[in-house]
């Protein structure tokens, strides 16, 4: 796809704690792929993906930015322009869900409150170790008007839905003035009320 042919291009960030798995699920969705061993990010990564929403043609510049505390002031210069936030926590680790909340904030005060977000249960996979319950994390979503999955980088379980999802919800949050299908409308509806006009002259 060329970029003649993107409708729109999309900023999103990944975020949540360190080694809840932020980094192989931008692996599994970009490039199919999953790292066993953990290896912290540095900063941030960057990944671009395109996807087909709404019968536009959208292109994701995806960041994956670091968990640890000590970065947060690096990665806070990234949430600015972001469309679209992913906050990770891992279903076998209670105190990565408790800060949830934390990285809630983080995005309302650096990206904004009108921002897109997605709550993502990662590691889905591990069900003998889950600390968090399906059930808590969709009521957590629940109460703040988020989106919820849960997901497993590792069985490839969820990755696509969930950057969908995010990407129609980027999409909807769009002003009208910006979606491309409804200026086309705009222009449709304007030119056959002006045909009219010349019609009935």
């Known amino acids: 796809m060329s970029i003649s042919e993107v409708d729109y291009i999309f900023k999103v960030l990944i975020i949540g704690d360190s080694s ?19 290896l ?3 900063g941030v990564d960057f990944k671009i993906k395109n996807l087909a929403v709404y019968n536009k043609n959208v292109k994701l510049n995806i960041w994956d930015t670091a968990g640890q505390e000590r ?20 279903i076998t680790d209670k105190e990565g869900f408790n800060n ?15 921002v897109a977000r997605i709550l993502v249960g990662n590691k889905c ?10 059930q808590e994390g969709k009521d957590f979503a629940d109460r703040e008007g988020m989106q919820f999955f849960e997901c497993s980088a590792k069985a ?3 990755i696509m839905e969930i950057f969908e999802a995010l ?13 491309k299908d409804e200026m086309d409308d705009l222009n449709l509806r304007k030119r056959s009320k002006d045909d009219s006009k ?3 002259c």
């Not at 970065?71 to 891992?90: C, E, L, N, P, Q």
């Not at 003998?128 to 399906?134: L, P, S």
């Open 198 to 200: 010349k019609k009935c």
């Open 100 to 114: 949830v909340s934390s990285w809630i904030n983080e995005a309302k005060k650096h990206a904004g409150p009108n």
């Open 167 to 179: 990407a129609k919800k980027m999409y909807e949050h769009l002003p009208e003035t910006e979606r």
């Open 156 to 158: 490839k379980i969820n």
């Open 71 to 90: 970065f947060k002031t690096i990665t806070s210069a990234y949430y600015k322009g972001s469309h679209g936030v992913i906050i990770v926590y891992d």
């Open 20 to 38: 809840v798995g932020k980094s192989n699920i931008l692996l599994r969705f970009s490039d199919n792929t999953f790292q066993e061993t953990f």
């Open 40 to 42: 912290p990010t540095i």
């Open 125 to 134: 996979d591990l069900q003998e170790e889950r600390k968090v319950a399906w």
